[in-house]
């Protein structure tokens, strides 16, 4: 079974920062994209940034310069750095991740993996 946990959420001032980790663990054999997404009350959960297993990123385009995603392949770990925050930077943030588990690459599966959710509250 795959988990992913997400840390790092809070509250802080506009133009502050916060640091989001992810990290998925169980029978991982490798993992593909991972993503950030948020999604504010009321609203439809949307892409914040992508980053696939080689490194290529796309963000969405009003973070843009403020958020910065990395990822540690051999630690199945991913972050989002995100400075400047706004006040309607305020969502739910989730991790995402595209994995390939199982015992070996002869008997495995591929999925979607989601975290739990961690809040993000950007006081104006």
């Known amino acids: 079974q795959v988990q992913l946990v997400e840390s790092g959420g809070g509250l802080v001032q506009a133009g502050g920062s916060l640091r989001l980790s992810c990290t998925a663990s169980g029978n991982i054999l490798s993992i593909n994209d991972m993503g950030w997404y948020r999604q504010a009350p009321g609203k439809q959960r949307d892409l914040v940034a992508q980053?696939?297993?080689?490194?290529?990123?796309k963000y969405e385009a009003s973070v843009m310069g403020r958020f910065t995603t990395s990822r540690h392949n051999a630690k199945n770990m991913a972050s989002l750095q995100m400075n400047s925050l706004k006040a309607e930077d305020s969502a739910v943030y989730y991790c995402?991740?595209?994995?390939?588990?199982?015992?070996?690459?002869?008997?495995?599966?591929?999925?979607?993996?989601w975290g739990q959710g961690t809040q993000v509250t950007v006081s104006s």
């Open positions: 995402s991740a595209d994995v390939v588990s199982g015992t070996n690459y002869y008997s495995f599966s591929r999925h979607d993996y």
């Open positions: 980053i696939t297993r080689g490194g290529d990123i």
